[in-house]
């Protein structure tokens, strides 16, 4: 049955189910604090600092993340973050023996798990939405705020039954699974499914107009100030996409400019 929602909706809705998982996953580090720290018998600085170290490498990892989505795939990118994510989680249940390696299996893939689907992540949702971008990003960050919430409180109702290296494994599982799901939704931009952002697509499909979006893509309004240089005008008549608008359907031209 078909319905009526506009597909970019989806990928708002996988965005912020993919915030809230990596978020809760990388915050929830704080339930484990104390039983890390009495696991290696080290002062909590040492401890901290784990945390401190992911912080910077998901953060930095995002400076590269998102032109690497737009070279490879969106979706493609995000799922190998979701990966590296709970195999960071896996492995450092492991590494109850040594400090070192759980700081190396934690901070490294935990990190570039993080950052390789946050920033991707963010950028398909404003690629998806013109006029409701700012609505479309803020339900979408929302999932930031549920999963540093969700994720500490339910790894400490895990730790009141289990392990804390059951509880990263059980972590790691979830993760993997939820989120090769919820992957599956996002998509890079409307262009994939024939759509432009807002669903503005089938507005322009009038008889006897061929749009296609490869072959004529919306185009970028180019201001041209006046002589006086206070104000300035669209001027759209110059782009061949229009163009073929308005030869075609006189009357969808009177709709852009009446």
Not at 66 to 90: E, P, Y
Not at 206 to 228: E, I, L, N, Q, T
């Amino acid at each position: 049955m078909k319905t009526n929602i506009f597909p970019g909706w989806y990928v708002v809705f996988a965005a912020h189910l993919l915030l809230a998982l990596i978020f809760g996953g990388a915050y929830s580090f704080g339930a484990f604090f104390s039983q890390i720290q009495s696991n290696f018998e080290v002062g909590r600085f040492s401890v901290a600092s784990v945390f401190s170290l992911t912080a910077f490498i998901y953060y930095a990892v995002g400076v590269f993340s998102g032109s690497l989505a737009d070279r490879i795939s969106t979706r493609v990118v995000v799922c190998a973050g979701i990966i590296l994510l709970a195999l960071g989680f896996f492995l450092s249940s492991l590494a109850s023996g040594s400090l070192q390696l759980f700081l190396v299996c934690f901070c490294s893939l935990v990190g570039l798990g993080v950052g390789l689907v946050y920033v991707p992540t963010v950028t398909a949702v404003q690629r998806w939405f013109v006029k409701n971008r700012s609505m479309a990003s803020g339900i979408a960050l929302a999932g930031t705020g549920v999963g540093t919430f969700v994720g500490p409180s339910a790894a400490g109702l895990l730790m009141q039954h289990f392990s804390w290296e059951s509880t990263m494994q059980i972590f790691a599982v979830a993760i993997l699974v939820v989120g090769l799901l919820v992957a599956s939704l996002v998509r890079s931009n409307p262009q994939e499914l024939g759509l432009l952002p807002d669903g503005l697509a089938p507005l322009l499909r009038a008889p006897g107009v061929m749009w296609h979006p490869a072959a004529c893509a919306w185009p970028k309004p180019r201001v041209r100030a006046d002589s006086g240089g206070t104000s300035g005008r669209f001027s759209l008549a110059r782009s061949g996409c229009f163009s073929r608008l308005c030869t075609s359907t006189p009357t969808l031209a009177s709709l852009v400019f009446p």
